[in-house]
């Protein structure tokens, strides 16, 4: 698989300079074009509303009992309505079968009752009998059109299990059905709506293909489950995902039925809301102490409670930064899972670029900032405890690479040097273990394959005398069929440069000097693209920077492809392995990987 990946890009970067030698002849016979400027100007920058307008569908055909006899799905849209800020989002709902069973158009969270009102028309949902998966998704985008707000982040969020059983009374087909989504989500793609679908497989009949179709399609991320158990915290990874978030685990608990302490650390002043999700199976009390010492009363005006049969969340508004103690008392042997994801609204600006020609050799100066509401962020802290990188990916060869950005004195500086002559697209990258940002992409041309030549008059002259405008005509037709061509190719290799990953990684840290193994850790793998580190499961903790030279790829068949550079080892079933060459895992491979920088090795478990 590793060997595939490189050919592919060798023969990308081949067949991109044979494009670029075609192309010149072409402009030779066809005259002179508009030539490409040195320096595009920078693009749009993505989305950095923390408020969202979401549509959350759900069907409820009878076929789900099978697959969520106890209503765990309600509860989990529950817990995502709860988890939303507490004023300003959107939410609606669309609960369908074979035609829209209940609807209710997008509501303004403006208070708990508005909450709670959504909560109340989940919980009264009624069954219905067939399914068609494109009724429901048609009417999500419609209840977008017709009541989102352009300055939040809209999205879709839908749970089915991506099977259509149609009335044949009705007199409708699956022909009519597949042209109704098809359009359904053309709109979406048109609007930016993304739709994350979550698969339920508690009966083995998931469509998992079309579901996650759906998803890339859209720009949103599917998830399947076995167990309905699992919702929870995948509409956590959801919400994280869609605001650029991340959810940071707490050690889970096993309930005692005495208090039992745990530690929330808010890193920094700039946290919005920090919504703190304990689930369990049996109901808890929790009790809160902040930063400075103090009890803090649950709930109050800065600390809102929700709770459930099946979880409590706490919501910090505008939470001190430092180490908040978390009490939870349980039932004795009750299992407690605590999850947190921090609200942030905040934006990443690339300062602007120079406008010149660049040429190979070149260097190119980078900064870029933090913004909260159009205002530039100086907090010192913040920035200290992000890592950022530049990825400067080469438009010619398809490749990208991180450079790492120095982050003192609330900015992030560098420079990006230009060593071929071509195309490039530059953009900053900014994380920490509770949240990501990126800025907006520059662009810098230095004369890649993109480019147009130089064309001389003689040569371009005595083209058309030779050929006569017939000729000039049938280059120019060539030409543009084979830059659709062209185009075609590059991107299919891109895309499969660009693959997405399924499953997760189960990680354990066992330290030799003690021989103490931590809590498992379950990282999601769906929000990567084309390729990751270890390091980066592992929230980037500098004591594990030796395990950068990890590298995990997409295989085919639901695997996982890992290769490991100089002086890192790997061992699979108690014996070392060369993974300079490549390592594929499969659904239950187990792995491990001793560090010589800290006496600890880090254990992988990998799960489909």
């Not at 309600?74 to 939410?91: T, Y």
């Not at 940071?248 to 302490?261: C, D, F, K, L, W």
Request: with cysteine; proline share 4%; glycine share 8%.
């Amino acid at each position: 698989m590793l060997r595939n990946d490189v050919r592919n890009r060798r023969l990308l970067s081949w067949f991109t300079r044979r494009l670029a030698a075609l192309l010149l002849v072409f402009c030779f016979a066809a005259g002179p074009f508009a030539a490409l400027p040195a320096y595009a100007a920078q693009s749009a920058p993505p989305g950095a509303s923390s408020q969202i307008d979401a549509v959350l569908v759900l069907d409820v055909s009878n076929s789900m009992k099978t697959s969520d006899k106890n209503n765990i799905a309600g509860e989990a849209m529950k817990m995502f309505i709860d988890m939303l800020s507490a004023k300003g989002d959107k939410v609606g709902v669309v609960a369908y079968t074979d035609k829209v069973q209940r609807e209710k158009a997008l509501l303004t969270i403006n208070s708990p009752s508005d909450k709670q009102d959504l909560k109340d028309f989940i919980v009264g949902l009624d069954r219905g009998s067939y399914t068609d998966i494109a009724v429901g998704v048609d009417e999500a985008v419609k209840v977008l059109e017709n009541g989102s707000d352009p300055a939040h982040e809209p999205m879709i969020v839908l749970l089915a299990d991506g099977n259509n059983d149609l009335n044949e009374a009705t007199g409708r087909t699956q022909s009519e059905s597949d042209q109704e989504l098809t359009a359904a989500v053309d709109t979406a793609k048109k609007k930016g709506y993304p739709i994350y679908t979550i698969g339920l497989n508690a009966d083995g009949k998931l469509n998992k293909a079309s579901l996650a179709k759906l998803s890339d399609q859209t720009g949103g991320k599917a998830f399947a489950t076995n167990t309905a158990d699992d919702l929870p915290e995948i509409l956590s990874e959801i919400f994280a995902d869609h605001l650029k978030l991340k959810v940071v685990p707490v050690q889970s608990i096993t309930a005692s039925g005495e208090y039992q302490e745990v530690t929330v650390t808010v890193p920094n002043a700039s946290v919005l809301e920090a919504n703190i999700s304990i689930i369990s199976s049996k109901p808890v009390t929790a009790k809160l102490t902040d930063p400075s010492g103090a009890d803090v009363a649950i709930p109050s005006n800065n600390v809102l409670l929700s709770k459930s049969s099946t979880y409590s969340l706490l919501k910090l508004l505008s939470p001190k930064e430092g180490d908040w103690k978390l009490q939870i008392k349980g039932v004795p042997k009750d299992k407690i899972d605590i999850n947190l994801i921090f609200n942030y609204d905040l934006e990443l600006k690339m300062d602007a670029v120079p406008s010149k020609t660049y040429k190979k050799g070149d260097t190119v100066d980078i900064s870029a900032h933090l913004f909260n509401n159009g205002t530039q962020v100086n907090e010192a802290a913040l920035y200290g405890n992000m890592k950022a990188v530049l990825l400067a990916t080469d438009l010619d060869t398809g490749k990208t690479e991180e450079l790492p950005l120095d982050n003192s004195g609330g900015e992030f500086k560098g420079s990006f040097e230009v060593k071929d002559s071509h195309n490039y697209e530059l953009k900053v990258r900014a994380e920490e273990s509770s949240f990501y940002r990126e800025s907006q992409v520059v662009k810098v041309n230095a004369g890649g394959a993109a480019t147009q030549a130089p064309v001389t008059a003689g040569t371009a002259g005595s083209e058309q005398q030779d050929g006569g405008r017939s000729w000039t005509l049938i280059l120019i037709i060539a030409g543009i069929l084979l830059v659709l061509a062209a185009a075609a190719f590059i991107w299919m290799l891109r895309k499969k440069a660009n693959r997405g990953f399924v499953g997760q990684l189960v990680i354990e840290v066992l330290d030799g000097n003690t021989g103490e193994k931590t809590y498992p850790q379950y990282k999601k793998l769906t929000g990567f693209r084309g390729r990751f580190n270890l390091h980066q499961l592992l929230q980037l903790a500098p004591e594990f920077r030796e395990s950068e030279k990890l590298v995990f790829t997409p295989g085919n068949h639901d695997r996982l492809q890992l290769r490991g550079g100089d002086g890192i080892a790997v061992e699979k079933s108690g014996r070392a392995v060369d993974a300079s060459r490549g390592l594929e895992l499969k659904s239950g491979d187990r792995i491990s990987v001793p560090l010589s920088s800290v006496d600890k090795t880090i254990m992988l478990e990998y799960l489909v």
